[in-house]
């Protein structure tokens, strides 16, 4: 792939992913004015998980387009990152580990493309903000990623939230018990000072999965941008911010400046979320946004809740899985989030078990590695882990309910998950790997494989 500005790879800025899509097919264009209350999200539906992504180019009551479905095919991501689809959980913990073991800072220019304009005045209406689903609240931010710094060490963090437009120049930000951002939050609280945040709209998927890294991988006190510049194999690119200390992306569509003052609520939600469930209403942080940046012709990116969350905050959390099990179970070889699953509740391990017990270890370790897993299912390598039907013959044939089943219970969970109130609720772990050693009896029946190649077969069409 060919780079943009100053040699940067394609992928550390959406404007020439979108023209790499448009030159690879990948890009569907819709022309003709769309709402963006309800039927850009109805359009983009009819897209969802193909191998193209959506660009709404008129949108009713802003300038902006808007792009939607770069994370929604495993497929288009392969190409993207120019790398099998099945490939990419592995591609992704390499790329966290080199991080981990040789962090890549993050460079502040002095200017970039997301300073090109600042808005006179703060007024989100201008901004082409979607809402997706039938009972959505209103207009929702749901794919920029947020930077702020601790309050006391100073140190750089990133992560995506939900953000509900509440007015002119206010938004209200669901934040996850247990997030960082939270524990920032709570800081600048005791510090009785308001939190300063970036919010950056339009960006490449290194940064986004650096923001979507769990916290397991970069745990609080590392700077997780550094990941971006590890998938970009340049440092990413900053710039200073102008009311705070916190930076804004030099290569995001939209940068907007915002805070939190501690204590101060709105109500949010509800919103359709990845589990296809709404979220609950409460009151939530408040957020003032006091300026909005953006290029010359920026392009506003969203997330249809789905698919393109499984392929994004799923596959960091598969890759971290990976990583794990690798490092201490003999024998993983992949693992796959199942999509029926939301794309993070079930993990399915493959394992080439080598000593009785391990199949059990791999289970633990799995829900170690990565806290919203609600169920792990462990497979032998005889079984495409990616294919439910193989997965449920290996439970149906292999799993024994007595010695195979592993409940835990009153377990920290995602809140999002409705069989988790207040975050807490029970695992389940399956091991549906044949007995160790092996015995015949379990052995995969197979035909051997045959050409077709030269022989004279007639395949009817079906009338
Ligand atoms: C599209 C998308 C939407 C997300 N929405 C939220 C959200 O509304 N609230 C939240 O706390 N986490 C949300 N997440 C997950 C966090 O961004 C993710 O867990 C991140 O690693 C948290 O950062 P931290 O480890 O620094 O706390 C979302 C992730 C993605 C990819
Ligand atoms: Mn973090």
């Given at each position: 792939m060919t780079g943009n500005r100053s040699g940067l790879p394609v992928i550390a800025d959406l404007g020439a992913i979108i023209d790499w899509l448009d030159r690879k097919g990948r890009l569907v264009r819709v022309r003709s004015e769309v709402d963006p209350?309800?039927?850009?999200?109805?359009?983009?539906?009819?897209?969802?998980?193909?191998?193209?992504?959506v660009l709404f180019e008129k949108v009713k009551g802003s300038r902006f387009p808007v792009f939607t479905g770069l994370y929604w095919s495993r497929e288009l991501l392969g190409d993207l990152f120019d790398r099998p689809a099945t490939t990419l959980p592995q591609y992704v913990a390499e790329c966290i580990r080199d991080w981990q073991q040789k962090p890549m800072a993050p460079a502040v220019a002095k200017t970039g493309p997301v300073l090109q304009v600042t808005e006179p005045e703060v007024d989100l209406s201008v901004l082409p903000v979607p809402t997706h689903a039938e009972l959505d609240a209103g207009p929702y931010f749901d794919a920029a990623v947020v930077i702020t710094k601790d309050p006391e060490t100073g140190i750089r963090n990133t992560s995506i939230q939900r953000f509900l437009v509440v007015g002119k120049d206010r938004l209200a930000i669901n934040i996850d018990a247990g997030r960082h951002l939270e524990i920032c939050l709570a800081k600048a609280a005791a510090r009785g000072e308001p939190l300063p945040f970036t919010l950056n709209v339009g960006v490449g998927p290194g940064l986004h999965f650096a923001a979507a890294t769990p916290a397991e991988a970069a745990p609080?006190?590392?700077?997780?941008?550094?990941?971006?510049?590890?998938?970009?194999?340049?440092?990413?690119?900053?710039?200073?911010?102008?009311?705070?200390?916190?930076?804004m992306v030099a290569d995001a569509m939209f940068a907007l400046e915002c805070e939190m003052v501690p204590g101060e609520l709105h109500e949010e939600g509800p919103f359709a979320e990845v589990t296809g469930y709404y979220a609950t209403v409460a009151p939530r942080p408040l957020v003032r946004v006091k300026k909005i940046h953006r290029r010359h012709q920026p392009v506003f990116q969203t997330i249809i809740s789905g698919g393109e969350v499984f392929n994004s905050v799923g596959l960091l959390g598969e890759a971290n899985v990976l990583a794990l099990l690798q490092k201490?179970?003999?024998?993983?070889?992949?693992?796959?989030?199942?999509?029926?699953?939301?794309g993070f509740y079930h993990a399915v391990?493959?394992?080439?078990?080598?000593?009785?017990?391990?199949a059990k270890q791999a289970l633990m370790a799995a829900f170690a590695a990565f806290p919203p897993l609600k169920m792990v299912t462990v497979v032998d390598d005889d079984v495409d882990i990616r294919n439910p039907g193989d997965v449920e013959w290996a439970m149906a044939t292999r799993l024994d309910p007595k010695r195979g089943i592993l409940v835990i219970e009153n377990v920290f969970g995602h809140g999002l998950n409705p069989t988790f109130t207040d975050y807490l609720g029970s695992k389940v772990g399956f091991d549906a790997t044949r007995p160790f050693p092996h015995t015949p009896n379990f052995t995969r029946a197979r035909v051997k494989p045959a050409s077709l190649d030269g022989l004279d077969i007639d395949v009817p069409e079906i009338r």
């Open positions: 209350a309800h039927q850009l999200a109805g359009i983009a539906a009819k897209f969802e998980r193909g191998p193209r992504a609080m006190g590392t700077d997780e941008l550094g990941i971006a510049s590890r998938f970009h194999g340049a440092p990413l690119e900053l710039v200073a911010g102008t009311t705070s200390k916190v930076e201490q179970v003999p024998g993983v070889k992949d693992v796959y989030f199942s999509h029926g699953g939301c391990v493959q394992i080439a078990q080598k000593r009785a017990g391990w």
